[in-house]
């Protein structure tokens, strides 16, 4: 079977696209197994990298300092991969994220993918782990950084290719792009009466925060609020 598509990988904040930002985009545009065009790019969304994920990934607030906004770098992508299927290892992961940026820019997204985690779990016993790093470590795929967006979007397409040597046989339709199916709305920006009352209570509690109030969305700005009044109580009138 001769298939084109995108090797896609995303290192984020967190696991919830609601909440969580995009750091770093790697994909290739793969044609039989072959790197034909690769595209990566920081993200910059003005905030304070949480030490967890700068531990996982080794990505700092200066790696991504001046780097490309969210749109940049989004359109970039799309421009990139034009029409083609997504392959990654749990690849809605990824689409969830790119697509939410793209409905927030006005733009639609709706995509094939090619998944090698569903294909591991649907014909593979071992390892019992099917995490990228555990599959590629059975089948020797060696890779110089884990955790970050290019050199894990190649293993995941090297990971295909193994995957379709072992089982393409047994069931030819498992690797063929499908449909990947995300709902997603797009967000409303922080209202005016939020930026009021979330500036007078960064004021008051004397906090400095590691956002910018003006990027925020409406729920982003809710969590904020609620989250500074259960550490730091309301303001005392």
Do not use: W
């Not at 990971?159 to 047994?170: A, C, E, R, S, T």
């Amino acid at each position: 079977m001769s298939i084109e598509y995108i090797a896609l990988d995303l290192e984020t904040t967190g696991v919830d696209p609601k909440r969580d930002k995009i750091l770093e985009i790697g994909a290739a545009r793969v044609k039989d197994g072959e790197i034909l065009e690769t595209y990566q790019s920081f993200v910059d969304h003005k905030i304070q990298i949480p030490a967890f994920i700068t531990e996982l990934t080794g990505i700092t607030d200066e790696m991504v300092a001046g780097a490309s906004s969210v749109e940049q770098a989004v359109a970039g992508l799309l421009e990139f991969g034009g029409e083609l299927p997504l392959l990654g290892h749990n690849i809605l992961f990824d689409y969830s994220f790119v697509k939410r940026a793209a409905v927030n820019m006005g733009a639609e997204f709706e995509r094939t993918g090619i998944d090698t985690l569903k294909i591991a779990r649907k014909f593979m016993e071992e390892p019992k782990k099917k995490t990228l790093e555990s599959l590629c470590g059975y089948y020797g795929i060696e890779r110089e950084h884990c955790h970050r967006a290019y050199d894990d979007a190649i293993a995941a397409s090297r990971l295909y290719g193994f995957l379709k040597k072992d089982f393409y046989l047994v069931s030819p339709a498992a690797f063929a792009p499908a449909p990947l199916y995300c709902q997603v709305k797009k967000d409303s920006p922080i209202t005016k009466s939020q930026k009021v009352y979330l500036n007078d209570l960064i004021k008051y509690h004397r906090i400095e925060p590691d956002v910018s109030i003006d990027n925020l969305t409406k729920s982003e700005a809710s969590r904020m609020i609620d989250t500074i009044i259960r550490d730091y109580g309301r303001i005392k009138r």
